[in-house]
């Protein structure tokens, strides 16, 4: 499911800082260092193109996609055998339900503030996509986030070669007159460099444990409740390295880094660790 264009401020700055990166890389970097026309600069240019092309794709796509959305016919089926995990309040014993959307939430739902709905498998509300990171759209916006790693490196690697190339070349009047254009270059570079890979690293971590951000903090807490108890907290949909890994990028390895999510399921039940014990429970 697809929604409507959303753009803000912080999608429109976005979008600016990818087309001024971009062209700064072509135009400036890539010509002052190879030149553009010679068959280096056309082939940092094409593959610099294609990464761009593909951190742009999935911006835009994580913008638009749904992240998942809970139906108000939603009901739990508490006397389904297949699916021994119920997620319940902290208070009470009660099955999860949103006063504010007045039905149920699934396993990993959470009401966001902002859209002002239960979003499936919620991970976090992104200023920055203007829209939730969730069920549906997880995935596309982790591929946007390596995308994008790579374009910020890449173009980083040019513009020092470039700036190196023409202290080289002692071209200093010429190099004067791209001074402004290196300067807010390397000011919109290094630090997008840095908190992105810290981003990716930390989704990176996320994806291994089969954790949202939502579900690490209450994690967090669950763990200090259980060890004050003398009990191990384990989370539930930690399946292991490989299939928390499958389960979000997908069966097919060589399609890990596309914009596919035709494995993602319906996002109302997600198996757990209960299911590989009640599946080894059986064989014996």
Same mark, same amino acid.
Request: aromatic share 12%.
């Given at each position: 499911? @697809?929604?409507?264009?959303?753009?803000?401020?912080?999608?429109?700055?976005?979008?600016?800082? +990818?087309?001024?990166? /971009?062209?700064?890389?072509?135009?400036?970097?890539?010509?002052?260092?190879?030149?553009?026309?010679?068959?280096? %600069?056309?082939?940092?240019?094409?593959?610099?193109?294609?990464?761009?092309?593909?951190?742009?794709?999935?911006?835009?796509?994580?913008?638009?996609? #749904?992240?998942?959305?809970?139906?108000?016919?939603?009901?739990?089926?508490?006397? #389904?055998?297949?699916?021994?995990? $119920?997620?319940?309040?902290?208070?009470?014993? &009660?099955?999860?339900?949103?006063?504010?959307?007045? =039905?149920?939430?699934?396993?990993?739902?959470?009401?966001?503030?902002?859209?002002?709905?239960? !979003?499936?498998?919620? #991970?976090?509300?992104?200023? *920055?996509?203007?829209?939730?990171?969730?069920?549906?759209? /997880?995935?596309?916006?982790? !591929?946007?986030?390596?995308?994008?790693?790579?374009?910020?490196?890449?173009?980083?690697?040019?513009?020092?070669?470039?700036?190196?190339? #023409?202290?080289?070349?002692?071209?200093?009047?010429?190099? &004067?007159?791209?001074?402004?254009?290196?300067?807010?270059?390397?000011?919109?570079? !290094?630090?997008?460099?840095?908190?992105?890979?810290?981003?990716? %690293?930390? =989704?990176?971590?996320?994806?291994?444990?089969? @954790?949202?951000?939502?579900?690490?903090?209450?994690?967090?807490?669950?763990? *200090?409740?259980?060890?004050?108890?003398?009990?191990?907290?384990? $989370?539930? /949909?930690?399946?292991?390295?490989?299939?928390?890994?499958?389960?979000?990028?997908?069966?097919? +390895?060589?399609?890990?880094?596309?914009?596919?999510?035709?494995?993602?399921?319906?996002?109302?039940?997600?198996?757990?660790? /209960?299911?590989?014990?009640?599946?080894?429970?059986?064989?014996?």
């Amino acid at each position: 499911m @697809k929604r409507g264009c959303s753009f803000s401020f912080h999608t429109a700055a976005v979008f600016s800082a +990818i087309a001024f990166i /971009y062209f700064s890389t072509i135009f400036i970097f890539i010509e002052r260092w190879f030149g553009l026309m010679s068959s280096p %600069g056309i082939m940092n240019a094409v593959v610099f193109t294609g990464v761009a092309g593909m951190c742009i794709f999935n911006y835009a796509g994580a913008i638009r996609k #749904d992240p998942g959305r809970v139906l108000s016919s939603y009901v739990p089926d508490i006397e #389904d055998a297949q699916n021994p995990v $119920h997620e319940i309040k902290r208070k009470g014993g &009660d099955l999860r339900f949103c006063q504010k959307c007045s =039905h149920f939430k699934p396993p990993r739902a959470h009401h966001c503030r902002v859209c002002k709905r239960c !979003v499936l498998r919620m #991970d976090h509300h992104c200023i *920055w996509i203007n829209n939730c990171v969730g069920h549906a759209n /997880y995935k596309i916006f982790f !591929v946007f986030i390596v995308f994008a790693v790579i374009s910020c490196i890449y173009s980083l690697v040019l513009l020092v070669g470039s700036l190196t190339n #023409d202290s080289q070349n002692d071209e200093q009047q010429t190099a &004067d007159s791209f001074r402004t254009v290196y300067v807010i270059s390397g000011l919109l570079l !290094v630090p997008l460099t840095i908190t992105l890979s810290v981003l990716l %690293g930390w =989704h990176i971590y996320l994806i291994l444990q089969n @954790k949202t951000t939502i579900e690490y903090h209450e994690g967090v807490r669950a763990m *200090w409740l259980a060890e004050k108890g003398g009990n191990v907290y384990k $989370h539930p /949909y930690d399946l292991g390295t490989y299939e928390n890994l499958t389960m979000v990028l997908g069966p097919n +390895i060589l399609c890990w880094l596309c914009p596919t999510s035709t494995h993602i399921g319906s996002g109302l039940r997600f198996r757990t660790t /209960y299911d590989n014990i009640a599946g080894a429970s059986i064989t014996k």
